[in-house]
């Protein structure tokens, strides 16, 4: 079956059930899903429940879709994300940011944890993706290319909407968050980088390090969507930081500076 049939079944799945029709999507990145709690007239689906989403396997990932209500604005939430170095095809990782995307959101807006390698960056920091570099080796629009969806080479000299960045530095600004901008570079992971590997990112122009996002950037673009992306720097990059890196460390800053970003999402939502 071909990916465009299985969205729309997805999407007749979701429909058949209770649930509004959203204009901005969300991803929660790790550690920042708490934000679906703040929503109101909620409707949410388990991933396992609909058809052809994969299973979610990493902890603080919850692995729900929850519609609901942030003022004015109707969005739709993936509450936990697939990632690739957890054995998936490429394919079903941006399988849900199609099926948001087909079910005509104008807006994502997707967040992650990085590791913090611009040294003006501290753990806590929030940044406002201006630009990403794929590093993953790999790109979810390999292969046959579905019209009905998107062109075969679609532009990238755009992807995170500056419209959209404005907006959401103007209410940091106003929150007193004092957001960061930068370059978001990804990997596939799971390891770690070597402190040689965050050289060659800090030389190549990064100033974070992830394991997701941009496959998704990518999707959305090829289907017309706008994007807006924001990393929690949960942790400074290997040789940064003088200590090991570990899983704990990014969940914990996540969860520390989870009021903020909950504040400042509540904001830019009904702005977008
Ligand atoms: N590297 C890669 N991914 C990450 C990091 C990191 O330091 N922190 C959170 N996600």
Same mark, same amino acid.
């Given at each position: 079956?071909?990916?465009? !049939?299985? =969205?729309?079944?997805?999407?007749?799945?979701?429909?058949k059930n !209770? %649930?509004?029709k959203?204009?901005?999507?969300i991803?929660?990145?790790?550690?920042?899903?708490?934000?679906a709690?703040?929503?109101?007239?909620k409707?949410?689906?388990?991933?396992?429940d609909?058809?052809?989403f994969?299973?979610?396997?990493?902890k +603080?990932?919850?692995? $729900?879709?929850?519609?609901?209500?942030i003022?004015?604005?109707?969005?739709?939430?993936?509450q936990?994300?697939?990632?690739f %170095?957890?054995?998936? *095809?490429i394919? &079903?990782?941006?399988f849900?940011?199609?099926?948001?995307?087909?079910?005509?959101?104008?807006?994502?807006?997707l967040t992650?944890?990085?590791? +913090?390698?611009?040294?003006?960056? $501290?753990?806590? *920091?929030?940044?406002?993706? @201006? &630009?990403? =570099?794929n /590093?993953?080796?790999?790109?979810?629009?390999?292969?046959?290319? *579905?019209?009905r969806?998107g062109?075969?080479?679609?532009?990238?000299?755009?992807?995170? *909407?500056?419209?959209?960045?404005?907006?959401?530095?103007?209410?940091?600004?106003s929150?007193?968050?004092?957001?960061?901008?930068?370059?978001?570079?990804?990997?596939?992971?799971?390891? %770690?980088?070597?402190?040689?590997?965050?050289?060659? /990112?800090?030389? /190549?122009g #990064? &100033?974070?390090?992830g394991?997701?996002?941009?496959?998704e950037?990518?999707?959305?673009r @090829?289907?017309?969507?706008?994007?807006a992306?924001?990393?929690?720097?949960?942790?400074l #990059?290997? +040789?940064?930081?003088?200590?090991?890196?570990?899983?704990?460390?990014?969940?914990?800053?996540a969860?520390r500076v989870?009021?903020?970003?909950?504040a400042? /999402?509540? $904001?830019?939502?009904?702005?977008?």
């Amino acid at each position: 079956m071909k990916i465009y !049939d299985q =969205i729309n079944e997805s999407i007749s799945f979701i429909k058949k059930n !209770d %649930y509004l029709k959203p204009e901005i999507g969300i991803v929660l990145g790790s550690g920042l899903g708490e934000f679906a709690n703040t929503v109101s007239k909620k409707n949410i689906f388990n991933y396992s429940d609909i058809p052809h989403f994969k299973k979610v396997s990493i902890k +603080g990932h919850a692995g $729900k879709l929850v519609f609901g209500k942030i003022q004015n604005k109707t969005i739709v939430i993936l509450q936990g994300r697939y990632h690739f %170095y957890e054995g998936h *095809d490429i394919k &079903d990782i941006v399988f849900p940011i199609r099926v948001l995307c087909g079910m005509g959101i104008e807006k994502i807006i997707l967040t992650n944890a990085a590791g +913090g390698i611009n040294p003006k960056f $501290k753990p806590g *920091d929030l940044m406002v993706i @201006h &630009d990403h =570099i794929n /590093l993953m080796g790999i790109n979810p629009l390999k292969g046959e290319n *579905d019209e009905r969806m998107g062109p075969r080479f679609p532009d990238m000299s755009n992807v995170y *909407d500056k419209e959209l960045i404005e907006i959401i530095l103007g209410i940091g600004n106003s929150l007193g968050l004092k957001l960061k901008t930068g370059v978001y570079a990804a990997l596939m992971g799971p390891s %770690y980088e070597t402190p040689s590997e965050i050289k060659m /990112l800090s030389i /190549l122009g #990064a &100033d974070v390090v992830g394991m997701s996002t941009v496959p998704e950037a990518i999707v959305a673009r @090829h289907m017309g969507v706008k994007v807006a992306g924001i990393s929690c720097i949960t942790n400074l #990059a290997a +040789g940064i930081s003088k200590s090991p890196l570990n899983h704990k460390e990014v969940t914990e800053t996540a969860n520390r500076v989870k009021n903020n970003f909950i504040a400042l /999402l509540e $904001k830019v939502i009904p702005e977008f």
